[in-house]
């Protein structure tokens, strides 16, 4: 047999081996009608494959209503341009695994997908509703906090529990009754160049992140309602690890990029690197360790923030009595901010309460706890823009009164968490081996309170310091049992 027979008979296996592997949903009389509900044909489509080797399920141009389905070891769905996953209206459509809710799943599965230029729609404002009125009616129970489904109840559009080899790439997510996406306890996870719209109703998270290992989340653009990109640790024995967050553009209601609130296990060998957050209600970077988390090796490179609330929000709490978090090894670097002098996310369809937020603007903040400190922190070439503007009229706390900024260790972390503060720049407390190197504030109209403020702060280092714009004090740090040197 000569070369060329082989070569055309290598080629025709190969392309019908690659041919193979998509099947056309149309094949398995999976509706585009937008009105037939699919959601077994779309399972058992999914079980066939999964069933035959493994391949893509592929959606043409058209709508596909469907409930939860379950996505199986080897099977990636493909939705091309066009292509609209819609859920369903009816809460019986969707199926709940523990405390969570979802259109689509995949649990303990392997080399699974979501791909193509297509959309997954949740429809999640409606389905709430009509869960609402389940619930009203009785047919449904849920505690309703402030007469919404709680958020497990409400379906996510992803949930996928300990899975291995997920890819997430090029698809538009939007509108989901809960989180957006969530994946809890999965490794060698890829979220590449999607596209999420997750502003339709509370807690519309843009991507949530649990007890991962092993994680890329990277060119991305998040639009959410509540925290952009958020990783969380629900067990003592989780952590997140091993991430890469890297190139992604998020505007958010609460938080740009955050670790927490659930913080119970660790987060470590973590990379943020060349994201910009935008029109941010609460902190452009949250890390928070409050319910008995350690919090360690971390690097934020080459951020940019825009129409924030705040800048950076480093914090240890004990929202859990006999479990207090840690955190150290913090390297935080090149970053550019605009803090905004009027609420962030105004316009948004939920923003962030206003009665949170105190009267005079945040200063960045390094908050500990007086048994445990935040350490080893380096902050280098910051830049940070404040609008300035402090009323001592209607809310002052005097230098000599810094022991009434209350600890409030058991209390939700946000930066707005103290109400009122004495420093309009950067505001350290409990804290230990801190460096500054390179920071530039400005202060744009005049702010009756200090630049720096450190309580309980010890060595503390300051480098090429610049405070500029209009700036009422002689000195730009104060110092309260806390020592600190400027170079």
């Given at each position: 047999m000569s070369f060329r027979i082989i070569s055309v008979l290598l080629f025709l296996f190969v392309a019908t081996s690659s041919f193979s592997k998509d099947y056309r949903a149309s094949f398995f009389g999976i509706q585009s009608n937008?009105?037939?509900?699919?959601?077994?044909?779309?399972?058992?489509?999914?079980?066939?494959?999964?069933?035959?080797?493994?391949?893509?399920?592929?959606?043409?141009?058209?709508?596909?209503?469907?409930?939860?389905?379950?996505?199986?070891?080897?099977?990636?769905?493909?939705?091309?341009?066009?292509?609209?996953?819609?859920?369903?209206?009816?809460?019986?459509?969707?199926?709940?695994?523990?405390?969570?809710?979802?259109?689509?799943?995949?649990?303990?599965?392997?080399?699974?997908?979501?791909?193509?230029?297509?959309?997954?729609?949740?429809?999640?404002?409606?389905?709430?509703?009509?869960?609402?009125e389940m619930i009203h009616k009785g047919i449904i129970k849920d505690l309703l906090i402030k007469d919404r489904p709680k958020e497990g109840v409400r379906p996510h559009n992803i949930f996928f529990l300990k899975c291995n080899g997920i890819t997430i790439k090029d698809i538009t997510l939007k509108n989901p009754g809960s989180w957006t996406q969530q994946y809890d306890r999965c490794t060698n996870l890829t979220i590449e160049n999607t596209t999420v719209d997750s502003k339709n109703y509370w807690n519309n998270d843009g991507i949530d992140i649990v007890d991962c290992d092993s994680v890329i989340v990277r060119n991305?653009?998040?639009?959410?309602?509540?925290?952009?990109?958020?990783?969380?640790?629900?067990?003592?024995?989780?952590?997140?690890?091993?991430?890469?967050?890297?190139?992604?553009?998020?505007?958010?209601?609460?938080?740009?990029?955050?670790?927490?609130?659930?913080?119970?296990?660790?987060?470590?060998?973590?990379?943020?690197?060349?994201?910009?957050?935008?029109?941010?209600?609460?902190?452009?970077?949250?890390?928070?360790?409050?319910?008995?988390?350690?919090?360690?090796?971390?690097?934020?490179?080459?951020?940019?923030?825009?129409?924030?609330?705040?800048?950076?929000?480093?914090?240890i709490g004990e929202r859990r009595e006999g479990r207090k978090g840690s955190m150290k090894n913090i390297q935080i670097s090149n970053i550019y901010g605009e803090v905004a002098a009027s609420k962030a996310d105004a316009g948004y369809p939920y923003e962030g309460p206003i009665e949170h937020q105190p009267r005079n603007i945040s200063p960045a903040s390094i908050v500990g706890m007086p048994d445990v400190a935040i350490e080893n922190v380096i902050?280098?070439?910051?830049?940070?823009?404040?609008?300035?503007?402090?009323?001592?009229?209607?809310?002052?706390?005097?230098?000599?009164?810094?022991?009434?900024?209350?600890?409030?260790?058991?209390?939700?972390?946000?930066?707005?968490?103290?109400k009122e503060l004495p420093a309009w720049g950067f505001y350290v407390r409990h804290a230990k081996g801190i460096t500054f190197e390179n920071l530039t504030m400005s202060c744009q109209k005049k702010d009756y309170r200090m630049p720096i403020v450190l309580d309980d702060a010890q060595n503390i280092l300051f480098k090429d310091l610049k405070i500029k714009g209009i700036v009422q004090k002689e000195t730009p740090v104060f110092s309260k049992d806390s020592s600190f040197e400027i170079k």
């Open positions: 937008g009105i037939t509900l699919n959601t077994t044909s779309i399972q058992k489509a999914i079980d066939y494959i999964h069933e035959n080797g493994g391949g893509r399920l592929v959606f043409e141009v058209g709508r596909y209503l469907t409930g939860s389905i379950f996505l199986k070891s080897n099977v990636t769905l493909h939705l091309e341009e066009g292509a609209v996953l819609i859920g369903s209206l009816n809460p019986f459509d969707y199926y709940r695994h523990g405390h969570w809710t979802s259109l689509l799943f995949a649990l303990e599965q392997n080399n699974i997908g979501l791909t193509g230029k297509g959309v997954v729609d949740g429809r999640g404002y409606d389905v709430a509703q009509r869960y609402l991305n653009y998040i639009d959410a309602s509540d925290d952009g990109i958020c990783l969380k640790s629900h067990s003592k024995t989780g952590v997140c690890q091993h991430i890469l967050i890297e190139n992604n553009t998020v505007r958010s209601s609460a938080s740009g990029i955050k670790f927490g609130t659930y913080s119970w296990g660790g987060f470590q060998n973590i990379k943020i690197i060349n994201n910009t957050i935008f029109d941010t209600y609460r902190s452009a970077i949250t890390f928070a360790a409050v319910d008995g988390a350690f919090i360690q090796d971390i690097v934020v490179d080459s951020l940019k923030a825009y129409n924030t609330g705040n800048i950076i929000f480093l914090r902050l280098k070439n910051i830049e940070i823009h404040y609008p300035g503007g402090g009323n001592s009229q209607y809310a002052k706390v005097s230098l000599d009164e810094l022991d009434k900024v209350p600890e409030l260790e058991a209390e939700y972390p946000e930066f707005s968490m103290f």
